[in-house]
């Protein structure tokens, strides 16, 4: 079955220890990407990757960092994590079209 | 720039009643439509995408959007909605940024479904 995955899906912690929210997808695609959903503001871009070690910063790139290493999986970073990063994370990837495919989110509390 | 709005917040319908969500775009050149839905506590699933030609298509789910470019819309329709149908409905539109093809998302509609 085609798919992303993350883990995990939900996450609490405290201000300034580093987490890493893993991401997996088994479509053999090249482009990845990660968001933040947040009430009112909607879907917004935090990075994405063109391919293995190929990323670039969404619109909203700021306490994070991420890694392409293997065409399969795009973990996401924070090295130092804030409660303005609490939200509900979504990875997704795409083929060669505009459609893509999201994993089931991750709900990150930072207290 | 390119934009992406749902006039419409929040809507509640009832079981068997039908069902239009709005979505307008702004873009200068012929979009890429896409209509996601987010079930609670789920990921964002595609229901229905428009490329190019018939400005009619159809979706998963019994769902179904019309592109009309004099207006710059994509709504969703949905002759009879069901229980199952309440979720989060977000309409997207691609657009190439540099080496990013990425999509401009709106704010996203709420539905619920009265029994």
């Known amino acids: 079955e085609a798919q992303v995955t993350q883990n995990p899906r939900y996450l609490i912690t405290v201000t300034g220890k580093k987490l890493t929210v893993t991401c997996s997808q088994n479509m053999n695609h090249e482009y990845m990407s990660w968001y933040r959903q947040d009430p009112g503001l909607g879907l917004r871009q935090i990075y994405y990757?063109?391919?293995?070690?190929?990323?670039d910063k969404g619109d909203v790139p700021e306490g994070y960092k991420v890694s392409r290493k293997e065409k399969r999986n795009f973990p996401l970073i924070l090295e130092s994590p804030s409660p303005n990063q609490t939200s509900l994370y979504f990875c997704?990837?795409?083929?060669?079209?505009?459609?893509?495919?999201f994993g089931p989110g991750t709900r990150l509390t930072v207290t | 720039a390119q934009s992406v709005t749902q006039p419409d917040i929040h809507i509640t319908v009832s079981e068997g009643a039908s069902l239009e969500l709005r979505c307008n775009y702004s873009?200068?050149?012929?979009?890429?439509l896409f209509w996601y839905v987010q079930s609670p506590g789920q990921g964002l699933q595609l229901l229905l995408k428009?490329?190019?030609?018939d400005t009619l298509v159809q979706g998963i789910k019994g769902f179904e959007a019309e592109f009309k470019r004099s207006q710059s819309s994509f709504n969703l329709r949905k002759p009879s909605v069901h229980w199952s149908d309440a979720a989060e409905y977000f309409c997207a539109v691609g657009r190439e940024a540099g080496n990013n093809r990425k999509l401009i998302w709106g704010l996203g509609t709420s539905l619920a479904v009265n029994p």
């Open positions: 997704a990837s795409r083929g060669l079209s505009y459609e893509q495919y």
């Open positions: 873009y200068g050149a012929t979009p890429y």
């Open positions: 990757s063109m391919n293995v070690e190929v990323t």
């Open positions: 428009y490329f190019s030609g």
